[in-house]
T-cell receptor, first 115, second 117 residues
């Protein structure tokens, strides 16, 4: 596609429920990233994919968070047993490669609200 | 670990005037990249300008320019002839040029810029 697409745009869920957030990167982009943006904060790195592998999961805040990528394309971020502190905007980005010469293209994010 | 600090949570400017947003960072690395991103209400992060640390010349993109002071670890963004469409959150970000983790961006907390007509 022309850009990075994320769905849903907004999600309201009850505490304790599981949620899945989807990211469709630009076709051909091998690197994919998830970041979290809490209210009033900068973006925090969550996870990085190169192809379908995740060499760096160091930013995932707890074992309730997991992510996968298939077909070197779509990625899904899953949050199990959501808590109120999980409320944030989750941003996905992709790039042609992972080297510093490759710039990121961001999606518009999913705003998750846990009530 | 690298850190990025934006000390101005909010700034305002009159249309057509000039405004400067501040950013400082902390790193032990000598080779890295610095960025300013704009985040409008649409939430999509848009790259405004990029500076390579080994280049002494300050980057410029149309009305946007930076003042990069490597020794002081300072990287400010100047917006000239401010326009209503410049109103947004602005984030300063750091990216290592070293192979180990050069895929990762480290962000400041952002500065909310308001442009008054």
């Amino acid at each position: 596609g022309a850009g990075v697409s994320q769905s849903p745009s907004n999600k309201v869920t009850e505490k304790g429920k599981d949620v899945e957030l989807r990211c469709d990167p630009i076709s051909g982009h091998t690197a994919l990233y998830w970041y979290r943006q809490r209210l009033g904060q900068g973006l925090e790195f969550l996870i990085y994919f190169q192809g379908n592998s995740a060499p760096d999961k160091s930013g995932l805040p707890s074992d309730r968070f997991s992510a996968e990528r298939t077909g070197e394309s779509v990625s899904t971020l899953t949050i199990q047993r959501t808590q109120q502190e999980d409320s944030a905007v989750y941003l996905c980005a992709s790039s042609l490669g992972s080297g510093v010469g490759y710039g990121y293209t961001f999606g518009s994010g999913t705003r998750l609200t846990v009530v | 670990a690298q850190t990025v600090t934006q000390s101005q949570p909010e700034m305002s400017v009159q249309e057509a005037e000039t405004v400067t947003l501040s950013c400082t960072y902390d790193t032990s690395e000598s080779d890295y990249y610095l960025f300013w991103y704009k985040q409008p209400p649409s939430r999509q992060m848009i790259l405004v300008i990029r500076q390579e640390a080994y280049k002494q010349q300050n980057a410029t993109e149309n009305r946007f320019s930076v003042n990069f002071q490597k020794a002081a670890k300072s990287f400010s963004l100047k917006i000239s002839d401010s326009q209503l469409g410049d109103a947004a959150m602005y984030f300063c970000a750091y990216r290592s040029a070293n192979g180990g983790s050069n895929y990762k961006l480290t962000f400041g907390k952002g500065t909310l810029l308001t442009v008054n007509p």
